[in-house]
């Protein structure tokens, strides 16, 4: 018995899934964040503190903090292999189906599977539209930036924000 391993991985298990977390930036969360901030008393720092860097870094130790306080944060599993025309609506119908699928009620089932087959034409349909829109409209930044989108290319930046030798040159 001859054992093979082919030499390539599959996409999907070549990177594990990137978890991004986003704020969700409404009008009432950015009124809340203007009212935590609007009510501090700012002269508390200046007098705990004892030089500017100290200053500094207390106060936006404590405007990250009425952020996090005020706004409120979605959190996004992104797979390697997701497609850009698959949305969150498409993903509930997915799911709807699956849920039937295990129930066992074949009615609910062919619905469920007409619905998300239809569903997935239209989001395939619009995104096909939107990218004819972009090549006749010669936006070539979207343009590239699709191009890019396709392979999952993600050009390297000239510094890393950790770099703590660029911010030692700067301080």
Request: proline share 4%; charged share 30%.
């Amino acid at each position: 018995m001859v054992h093979l391993i082919p030499a390539y991985r599959q996409k999907l298990k070549l990177c594990k899934p990137v978890v991004r977390t986003s704020k969700k930036w409404t009008s009432e969360a950015v009124e809340d964040l203007q009212a935590c901030l609007d009510s501090t008393d700012w002269d508390v720092f200046r007098t705990a503190t004892n030089s500017l860097h100290e200053y500094t870094e207390a106060v936006t130790s404590y405007i990250s903090f009425c952020e996090d306080c005020c706004v409120p944060s979605c959190t996004r599993v992104s797979y390697n292999n997701d497609k850009p025309w698959f949305t969150a609506k498409l993903r509930r119908l997915r799911l709807d189906k699956e849920e039937a699928f295990r129930s066992g009620d074949k009615d609910r089932l062919k619905e469920a599977k007409y619905k998300f087959s239809k569903a997935v034409k239209e989001a395939k349909r619009l995104y096909s539209e939107k990218l004819q829109h972009q090549f006749s409209a010669n936006d070539s930044a979207s343009v590239w930036k699709g191009l890019r989108q396709i392979p999952n290319y993600k050009p390297k930046a000239p510094h890393s924000f950790n770099d703590q030798r660029l911010a030692n040159e700067f301080y």
